[in-house]
């Protein structure tokens, strides 16, 4: 299933137990907030077995600072779901790898985090982790 919201899209690997997401440019914090509530939704059957979250990041620009914040609350919830690991598919995106990084920290969520260049190596490593 595909969803979409102004930039951002979700897709769900109900399969994989995998969801993901990704933006095209900027995001606001209405399109974070919905991204939020489709997540939570989207995983709701899930939170007793955990499941993985795969962002892409490679054509999103850096937040806004407003933004950054709905970010950091987003890696909350996504710990309050029992989301068990976050796959960022980064390409040459280094300025977004710190902004999600520094997002992960601010958010003191323990959900594992993994930074890869290809969807496939992230798909990989999401694997390990759900067995």
Known sequence: MSLK???QTVDIMADKKIIKSGAVGATN????RWLIDTLMTSS???KDSGWAYLIDITQMSPAAPEVSNELVIL??????????????VEGSQVLMRVQ???HQQQ???????????????????IETILG
């Open 75 to 88: 890696h909350k919830k996504l710990e309050e779901a029992n989301c068990k690991a976050m796959a960022f």
């Open 29 to 32: 914090v209405e399109e974070v």
């Open 44 to 46: 709701a059957e899930w």
């Open 100 to 102: 999600a990084k520094l």
């Open 5 to 7: 919201h102004g930039v």
């Open 107 to 125: 958010s003191h969520a323990h959900v594992q985090e993994g930074h890869f260049a290809t969807e496939e190596e992230a798909i990989e490593w």
